[in-house]
């Protein structure tokens, strides 16, 4: 193998996180020596010692007897560059400097941290190898611009149609694209939708797929409901299925007949024309430190935050179905903000899941 090659391997490794990091990043690591992999780790939860730390452990298991001579002059090659600070843990940068490491190899850097100049004054080869990387869009985000990065998830007909008007049992979309979108519920740390799909749908909004949730050390991520007034009956599957729950409100007094649910947390954001403030959510939002935040909603919150130019990423659920005046359009407002017209999105992946088809919209210049 080559040096190259060693960070596509850690960057496979960096994908095993994905569904159990939280708010941290992924991270893979892989330590080389004569083009051989010795050692090898990941970053798996949050508050879990760092990928370089787990891949360092994995050399003293792998060679018990002889570990520092087999990691002297050896090529560490991390997806993301050694943290210098003490956060959840100490900075990975003092354990690698511990060992006489030939070569770092990085594939991106991390402008919260200041390893660099470190790791090259002690005489290590510094190479910065950047590769293509989806994995923390909204690590990046929130540390350049202290916003979530916002994907809004949407299963439509092809006639762009969104929600039955009259029988809202009716799925528009087939079970396996149902099951498709539970990966995105699970790579955010937050699921947001609005008090009119929580009332028509009575949806859960947890990660139901077995795959993801038997995962050692997977949690679901927080649900949430933005809802400008509308009373909300705790019977629904909303308040009834276990796990955190937020609901954004601009008074709080409205809901004291939801005092009863558990795990639930009652949060005032103020009003912008008669409904929440999206800015200033999203300042909250980044207040408690989430990254990542999935859209499930109906036509008027899917609306409010196009118009706010809010969402980095549309994932679209499209069904061979012509709906016509049974369904709701999926955009209420202008037509140059439709990510299928916009300018500022092209489309970044197509795939058929059975019948249907997904696509994916993402800004053209990327975050912002």
Known sequence: MT????????????KKGQFTSGTGACVGCIIS?????IGEGFYEFFGA??????AIESVKKNYKNDFNAVIADSTITVTLEPCSKFGKTPPCLDEILKYKFKKIIIGQLDSSQSSLEQLKNSGIEVVIEEIP???????????????????????????KKIAFIENDKQWITCPASRLDGHKFRAVSDIILTGSGTIKRDNPALDVRDTMITELKNFRQPIRAIISSGSKLDANLKFFKTTGQKILFCSNKEVYKNLDSVKDLEI?????????????KLLNKLSLLEIHDVLLESGPKLITSFIEADLIDEFIIYIAPKILSNKA?????????????NSKDFILSE????????????KRKNGIE
């Open 3 to 14: 040096e190259s090659s060693f960070m596509l391997e850690a960057l496979e490794l960096a």
């Open 33 to 37: 020596k004569n083009n051989k992999i």
């Open 49 to 54: 010692p760092h990928a370089e730390i787990m």
């Open 133 to 159: 990387n989806e994995l923390n869009k909204g690590f990046f985000k929130s540390l350049k611009y202290k916003k979530p990065y916002i994907r809004a998830k949407i299963a439509m007909s092809e006639d």
């Open 267 to 279: 949060l005032e954001i103020e009003n912008s024309r008669s409904k929440i403030d999206l800015l």
């Open 328 to 340: 709701l359009s999926f955009f209420e407002g202008e037509d140059s903000k439709n990510p299928f």
């Open 350 to 361: 197509e795939v058929l899941i059975e019948d249907d088809k997904r696509i994916i919209y």
